[in-house]
């Protein structure tokens, strides 16, 4: 039988799951290999040097740049507050003095009789990398990091906006075709990963960011909602640093596309739990899926790794991911050994999926991913 490997998105009810944790400069891991951690536990920790900023002395003091040493006190290495006098001309008979205050809190770096000008480093500014998602250390990187696994079910998106949290989840919608309506959300739903059903209404955002809500997940989101709510057109660059209140993760693709009731089912299975939740995508190289993970107790049955790659073969769930099928899930139903012909001219390899309508089309084999899931 034909078979092919293509990457695909998890939806798991059992696997284990690796993160890295890495600061963006080299500083101190705080843990070590066997420690359990939550996921606001601080695994490393480092101090981004502070902003240098520039006080013009001279012309402060109405004096030559050459002059400025001579009627400047502190020496390279001095902290400062801003506020404080830290130069003062001496006048004429002592009378009509000059006195400049330190227009930033921090250290002397430089005193310079070429421009005259004073340089001050604010200060460090520390830079802490949590772990995430609970669960424990099995790797630790000198200066720069840790790798936590944890146990979990897991649930990967085709697109999300908004950067990592933690919350609890509650299905919010009735069933895997209804929206998210405004009125489906509540005072009490502070803190919480609310889970919709075929999208997420315009409403429903401005809401769930009042309230307080951490995350909506849904099957789709309309592009012209997403602009509306972040301000802009996100484009096609890495997501997940925006600055929002709450993190967007769809699982279909844009508009309003029914979560596949196999993704639904599981959230309900999940809902009260404690998850992590993280929108940040990149569908380029090194591709970056926004996800929901909630840490399961070690002592249940038997769990699987996920795999980097699976199988494709005939009765493999797919999704696709490019026009004209864009978001649509079906089924493969042949996966033909010799190329065909696109209307571009290009040869490649494609299958045949049925779709839920019952239409069987073709499609290239690189315009569609695995729903893995165990």
């Keep these: 039988m034909a078979s092919a490997y293509t990457p695909g998105l998890t939806v798991s009810g059992d696997l284990f ?6 600061l963006p400069i080299k500083g101190d891991v705080l843990v070590k290999v066997g420690d359990h951690v939550e996921p606001d536990s601080v695994v490393a920790v480092a101090m981004l040097p502070g902003v240098l900023q520039t006080m013009k002395m001279a012309d402060k003091l109405g004096i ?3 002059d400025v040493p001579s009627v400047f006190p502190l020496k390279p290495g001095a902290k400062v507050t801003k506020g404080d006098v830290i130069a003062e001309t001496k006048g004429l008979m002592g009378f009509f003095k000059t006195k400049v205050e330190a227009d930033f809190t921090g250290t002397i770096e430089s005193v310079s009789e070429v421009t005259g000008n004073v340089l001050i480093r604010e200060p460090s500014i520390p830079v802490e990398i949590n772990a995430y998602i609970k669960g424990r250390i099995v790797d630790v990187l000198p200066d720069e990091g840790a790798i936590v696994e944890t146990r979990a079910a897991m649930v990967q998106g085709i697109f999300g906006v908004g950067g990592e949290r933690v919350g609890t989840i509650r299905v919010a919608a009735n069933s895997p075709e209804s929206v998210l309506e405004a009125d489906h959300i509540h005072e009490s739903d ?3 990963i609310l889970i919709g059903g075929a999208g997420m209404a315009l409403s429903a955002i401005k ?3 009042s309230v307080g809500v951490i995350a909506l997940v849904a099957g789709g989101l309309r592009d012209e909602d997403l602009i509306n709510f972040l301000g802009y057109d996100i484009g096609v660059a890495i997501t997940g640093s925006e600055n929002i209140p709450l993190t967007l993760v769809v699982t279909e693709g844009f508009g309003y596309l029914n979560m596949a009731q196999r ?3 599981l959230f309900r299975s999940l809902e009260g739990k404690e998850a992590s939740v993280n929108g940040a995508t990149q569908i380029r190289a090194g591709v970056i899926r926004p996800e929901v ?3 399961l107790p070690l002592d249940q049955a038997e769990s699987v790794r996920a795999a980097d790659v699976f199988e494709l073969t005939v009765g493999t769930p797919i999704r696709m991911i490019r026009e004209p099928y864009f978001g649509e899930l079906g089924t493969v139903t042949g996966l033909p050994a010799t190329l065909q012909v696109l209307e571009s001219g290009t040869e490649v390899r494609v299958l045949t999926a049925k779709l839920p309508s019952g239409e069987e089309v073709t499609v290239p084999r690189a315009n569609v991913e695995i729903i893995a899931s165990n």
């Design 64 to 66: 030559e740049a050459r």
């Design 293 to 295: 993970i909630v840490p």
């Design 207 to 209: 809401k769930a960011a």
């Design 190 to 192: 502070r803190g919480k």
């Design 263 to 265: 993704t639904f089912d």
């Design 17 to 22: 799951v690796r993160r890295l944790r890495r």
